[in-house]
């Protein structure tokens, strides 16, 4: 945000307020894409990639007939959004429609499109500005995902690409010691009131439940970034986060995770119930470098 | 004639014991100054011995000493009449004899009853130094006028006690207004030198600095009008938002939008010196104490070869000149901050003053306000000081000091259970300035000055949202040098010819994404998280403008022409061209831009009391230093320019009510904007394709003060537009307003002054959503961007008021006043703000009723 306008004036502060937009982003009211899971979550261009779409809807899980299509314009560099605004109108190469997973090729050039590499310099020409890595040092293919009465989606396939601005050594120490992503897993999705353990057949109505998620040990992955300034490789983990979404009830804290440095291997939320019917629950678990892991449970208010 | 009585010493003779409590004189009996003696102006002190009962009443009063016979009796004659509280001794009442002196002084000539002369001065012509007959001078808030005699003397009787307007004016003569204060039971003696007349300079001095050079025998000019206005809290430089020409800043911004530029296309000057800003962070104050504002004065554009260095507007600060006797200070609380200032005079040639303030305002709301609040709108903690020191060389020369400084701080830290939502946020910015200033006046009545100055600039944007960062610091050293010298040459001609030299060294430092934070013409969504792809860079830069300038003031006729020219070189060197790269040693860059900008003015007048002038200059802007990144900017950047011109009409419906219409088109190339490219040539992240436009006309209706009363209706219609690439379509400018009316108004009563503030804006532009997407590796939504700056917030309608009531005595006064703004309670919007889809859209409303009190004292 521009720091002029961040600053405020006056006494504004005593009445100024959030606008209140209702219902909390996790209540799934509408068909909706909740995640699509990329596996495996980071390739080379060239590689193949499986990508499964994860939608719910009023009623509960959706099975997705999606339509597949790789983005072929690159943003801007003055774009903010992860994606080019031409790839929302049309500037894709379709992979497959109706299905509610498939199979898809990521482009050979996928690097010279959407990451750090850039065309040969041309005679008197001078050279291209390499594209910027996100924090974690990565870069994605967008990937166009249309659910049938759903918001438009745009999934990020994570690329394996060379390093830009790094010195041989350093490229050689990368490529020797960076890992992969890989998808994270969900151990557990459960319900407690006070402590105890809630049946998901037979959850209390207008109550404050907690939803709790664990993960296995390890799930947070180590990862080096290399840094251009210094030339030099940092350590880095994973941190994880859950999205969490519910047909009936509400979810005021959407978002929860662990930082970096912190090592829990769980993540909790409150839940407060609807009053009454069948619904569903889900727990969307992300990595900082675009891994995904989804649960989700089906309950019953009686 | 003041009789002066004074008690010397108290030599009390008690019988015995000692004395517990010395007597207290309860009624003092004024002595009749002998008629002779003061017709001859003759002062004495006489010496008497007086015993006291227990009771505290005088039994016998005796002569010890008198240089005149008439003194003793008349000394003689008042003591016996005074009566005192008894004195003790060891406890108890008793009896004692004292001394006591009784002084006949005369301090004035200045009686109490019947008229006198209470403000006289002369005018001389300021180049001869020769006496101007004829010269009208109004007192114009009173309405009284005088008329210089053959040897340019004036006076005025009775003149009321307080702030006034005076206004020389003369057929021959540069119509000039100055601030004069008269004070209870003193006579003020003033000696002002003025410029005759060369047809269309006067113009020019309506709107630029006045040419009055006044040399004055008393101290305390103190220009109250502008603090009056409401919505200002009583800071004289808030004003200025308030002036034609300047378009209403979002809420809390502070930032001045003048003739459609940019807000870092403006430049601010106190005394001579530029500093970042005239505001402190959120525009709640200025950054220099009212106490210590001479004047302030707002060129919106095609203003003389003088200034330089930017494409927008001009505002010039002028500090006050410190008063020649005595110790003044004055101490300022409200909601706000608390601010002092203190002058003393040390000796007859020194003259020192300091102010300083500090708000707490943030820890005032700290309690009372919910803490996502300062999602919206960060409240800064902000401090201010000041120090002058002038030493009085030789008549009319003078050697100044002058250092002030602004600090602005913010920091936050916000929880949260998603990593990615842990925000960590520190926004510093610094200023300091020293300059030194010698200035002498002529025998020939030429002027010249000369201030080298050093400055020092610091800020720090700090912005970790989770793991992304968006920092910049930037440290700068600014040294620099103005000076001027100004003469008639001939008959028809005054040159003016000066320097103005700065150069400024900065080392910036950047790490995030380069489109945060955001620049004009960004798609700019309140409340959209940053982007998180990051760059990291670090640089320096010198940017050194040396120019030189030139203004020819000459009259021809009806018609008279200000021309000048403003020539220099502007060297812009780079630490580094390229990014950064382990192993490849860095190789900078420099460049130098030669410019010669020629700007005039020609004035037609055929009526006294109409002019029309038409104006026009060309202007240049070095990058700014954070521009000049191989990474986020281009190191290669050149120097910015636009063209202004105007038309202005000048119409004087009576001596204190004028109606003046300005015609304004600016047309600026060679701007700084975002490469539209996915990988631009490297180090051309940015590049200079930009253009851009501003015209319009505005208004202004003015009543000056007159019988207590001063106001002004202003209105400006007006369109700016920019183009990012040639291959762009035209947008609208981030700050245009079509519609700025404002209407101030403040009148004063038995003491009380109460006054209004209207002002109708149209909103902002602000770029249109049509739908959002959903990014699934974030759990996001992100907006699927519009036509730039196709729709406005509403608009702004807000009534403001005060009142404020100066409670005076003794040479001290208590100033208490009531600052309400947004008296109907409008609901403005400042903001859209979305629900997290993009489905829904909201206005962040800004000021509600809102009383701000605060006490002001002054001695």
Redesign the interface.
């Known amino acids: 945000?521009?720091?002029?306008?961040?600053?405020?004036?006056?006494?504004?502060?005593?009445?100024?307020?959030?606008?209140d937009?209702?219902l909390p982003?996790s209540v799934v009211t509408s068909p909706?894409?909740l995640?699509?899971i990329a596996e495996p979550p980071e390739l080379r261009p060239g590689e193949q990639v499986h990508l499964r779409t994860v939608a719910g809807g009023p009623d509960g899980p959706l099975d997705p007939r999606a339509d597949y299509a790789f983005c072929t314009s690159?943003?801007?560099?003055?774009?903010?959004?992860?994606?080019?605004?031409d790839c929302?109108a049309g500037a894709t190469s379709l992979i497959a429609t109706a299905v509610e997973s498939t199979d898809a090729t990521v482009a050979a050039d996928a690097c010279l499109e959407f990451g750090p590499d850039?065309p040969a310099q041309q005679p008197g020409?001078?050279?291209?500005?390499?594209?910027?890595?996100?924090?974690?040092g990565g870069f994605?293919a967008p990937v166009e995902?249309s659910v049938p009465g759903?918001?438009?989606?745009?999934?990020?396939v994570r690329l394996r690409c060379n390093l830009a601005?790094a010195?041989a050594q350093?490229a050689v120490a990368f490529a020797a010691r960076y890992l992969p992503n890989t998808n994270p897993s969900l151990s557990t999705l459960t319900l407690e009131r006070d402590g105890h353990p809630v049946d998901p057949a037979s959850v209390p109505a207008s109550t404050e439940v907690t939803l709790s998620v664990t993960w296995p040990e390890g799930t947070a992955e180590p990862f080096v970034v290399h840094?251009?300034?210094?030339?030099a490789l940092v350590d880095h983990r994973e941190?994880?986060?859950v999205?969490w979404f519910t047909t009936g009830g509400e979810i005021p804290?959407v978002?929860?995770?662990?930082?970096?440095d912190?090592a829990t291997t769980n993540?909790s939320?409150t839940w407060q119930t609807p009053t009454s019917g069948r619904g569903t629950v889900w727990a969307?678990l992300?990595d900082?470098r675009?891994g995904v892991a989804v649960r989700s449970l089906d309950f019953v208010v009686p | 004639m003041l009789l002066f009585a004074l008690i010397t010493a108290l030599a009390a003779d008690p019988p015995t014991g000692e004395v517990t409590k010395p007597p207290a004189l309860l009624t003092f009996v004024e002595a009749e100054y002998p008629a002779e003696a003061a017709a001859q102006n003759v002062t004495g002190t006489v010496t008497v011995t007086i015993d006291l009962d227990e009771t505290g009443h005088v039994e016998s009063v005796t002569l010890v000493d008198s240089p005149r016979p008439d003194f003793g009796a008349a000394a003689l004659a008042a003591i016996k009449r005074f009566v005192f509280l008894p004195a003790e001794v060891d406890g108890h009442p008793a009896p004692v004899t004292l001394t006591y002196r009784y002084e006949f002084k005369v301090l004035t000539k200045v009686v109490k009853l019947g008229p006198q002369v209470n403000f006289e001065g002369t005018v001389l012509e300021r180049f001869k130094k020769t006496p101007l007959a004829n010269v009208t001078v109004t007192v114009v808030d009173v309405a009284r006028t005088a008329t210089t005699d053959a040897a340019g003397h004036f006076e005025f009787i009775d003149l009321p006690v307080g702030a006034h307007t005076v206004r020389l004016t003369g057929e021959k003569l540069v119509e000039v207004s100055t601030d004069e204060t008269i004070e209870p039971e003193q006579k003020r003696t003033v000696k002002y030198r003025v410029e005759e007349k060369q047809e269309g300079v006067d113009i020019e001095v309506t709107v630029r600095a006045s040419r009055l050079k006044k040399e004055s025998v008393q101290t305390a000019i103190r220009t109250e009008e502008a603090r009056r206005v409401p919505g200002t809290q009583g800071d004289t430089l808030k004003v200025v938002q308030n002036l034609p020409g300047v378009a209403r800043s979002?809420?809390?911004?502070?930032?001045l939008v003048v003739w459609g530029s940019a807000?870092r296309e403006t430049r601010v000057l106190i005394d001579g010196v530029e500093v970042p800003s005239l505001y402190h962070?959120?525009?709640?104050r200025s950054v220099v104490s009212s106490d210590l504002v001479k004047g302030i004065e707002l060129l919106p554009g095609a203003y003389g070869p003088e200034y330089g260095r930017g494409l927008g507007g001009l505002v010039r600060v002028e500090t006050r000149a410190l008063p020649e006797r005595g110790v003044h200070g004055s101490v300022q609380v409200d909601?706000?901050d608390a601010s002092a200032t203190l002058t003393a005079a040390l000796g007859d040639r020194v003259r020192v003053a300091a102010s300083g303030r500090y708000s707490y305002?943030d820890r005032l709301?700290a309690g009372?306000?919910?803490p996502?609040?300062?999602?919206?709108?960060?409240?800064?903690r902000y401090s201010d000081y000041q120090a002058k020191v002038t030493l009085a060389l030789r008549k009319d020369e003078e050697l100044g000091l002058l250092f002030l400084g602004a600090h602005?701080d913010?920091r936050r830290q916000v929880p949260a259970?998603?990593?990615?939502?842990?925000k960590s946020e520190q926004?510093t910015q610094h200023m300091h300035r020293l300059a030194l200033r010698y200035s002498r006046l002529l025998e020939d009545g030429a002027s010249f000055f000369v201030t080298p100055f050093i400055g020092f600039d610091s800020n720090l944007?700090h912005l970790q949202s989770?793991?992304?960062?968006s920092n910049q610091s930037t440290d700068a050293v600014k040294p620099g040098l103005r000076a001027q010298y100004r003469s008639k040459v001939e008959p028809w001609l005054v040159l003016t010819l000066g320097t103005d030299v700065l150069s400024t060294s900065a080392k910036v430092s950047r790490s995030g994404?380069?489109?945060?934070?955001?620049r004009e013409g960004?798609?700019?969504i309140?409340g959209?998280s940053?982007?998180?792809?990051?760059?990291?860079?670090?640089w320096t830069t010198q940017v050194s403008d040396v120019s030189v300038y030139a203004l020819a003031e000459i009259p021809l006729g009806v018609f008279s022409i200000t021309g000048g020219v403003r020539a220099g070189a502007s060297v812009i060197d780079v630490g580094r061209l390229q990014?950064?790269?382990?192993?490849v040693p860095a190789i900078g860059g420099s460049s130098v831009n030669w410019t010669v900008d020629p700007r005039a003015s020609v004035a037609f007048r055929p009526f006294k009391r109409w002019s029309l002038t038409a104006s026009a200059g060309l202007y240049h802007q070095a990058p700014d230093p954070e521009d000049l990144s191989a990474v986020f900017g281009n190191p290669t950047l050149g120097l910015q320019q636009s063209v202004h011109t105007s038309l202005a009409s000048n119409l004087k419906l009576t001596g204190t009510l004028g109606l003046d219409v300005v015609g304004f088109y600016k047309y600026s190339s060679n701007l700084v904007s975002?490469?539209?490219?996915?990988?631009?040539?490297?180090?051309?992240?940015l590049n200079q394709n930009g253009t851009g436009q501003a015209y319009g006309v505005q208004v202004l209706l003015r009543q000056e003060l007159f019988e207590n009363f001063f106001g002004w209706v202003t209105y400006s219609l007006s369109r700016s537009t920019r183009r990012d690439q040639p291959d762009q379509p035209e947008r609208l400018f981030d700050y245009d307003q079509t519609h700025v009316l404002g209407v101030v108004a403040s009148y004063e009563w038995r003491g009380f002054t109460f006054g209004v503030r209207f002002r109708w804006t149209s909103g902002l532009p602000r770029v249109a959503v049509n739908g959002?997407?959903?990014?699934?590796?974030?759990?996001t939504?992100?907006?699927?961007?519009g036509a730039r700056n196709a729709i406005r917030l509403p608009d702004f309608v807000q009534l403001d008021a005060r009142v404020e009531k100066r409670f005076a005595f003794k040479g001290q006064s208590l100033d208490v006043f009531l600052d309400v703004q947004n008296v109907w309670n409008q609901r403005n919007p400042?903001e859209i703000?979305y629900?997290?889809?993009y489905s829904?859209r909201?206005?962040?409303?800004?000021?509600?009723v809102?009383a701000?009190l605060g006490v002001k004292y002054e001695f």
């Open positions: 945000m521009n720091s002029e306008r961040r600053w405020l004036a006056v006494l504004v502060l005593v009445t100024a307020c959030r606008p937009f209702g982003v909706r894409v995640a699509v690159p943003r801007p560099l003055v774009e903010s959004n992860v994606v080019n605004a929302l850039t020409q001078p050279p291209l500005r390499p594209r910027d890595p996100d924090v974690t994605y995902v759903a918001t438009e989606a745009i999934a990020l601005h010195s350093a840094d251009a300034q210094s030339d941190a994880l986060r999205s804290v978002t929860t995770g662990r930082g970096e912190d993540s939320t969307v992300r900082s675009g | 979002s809420f809390g911004s502070g930032q807000p962070a959120g525009g709640l909601v706000l305002l709301l009372v306000v919910a996502d609040v300062a999602d919206f709108f960060p409240i800064p602005d913010y259970s998603d990593p990615t939502l842990v926004s944007t989770g793991a992304v960062p994404s380069i489109t945060t934070p955001p960004d798609a700019y309140f959209r940053p982007g998180d792809d990051v760059a990291t860079d670090s990014p950064k790269e382990v192993g975002r490469s539209s490219l996915s990988t631009p040539p490297v180090g051309q992240a959002a997407f959903y990014d699934v590796r974030d759990d939504w992100q907006p699927l961007l400042e703000v629900s997290p889809d829904t909201r206005y962040i409303t800004g000021l509600p809102l701000v």
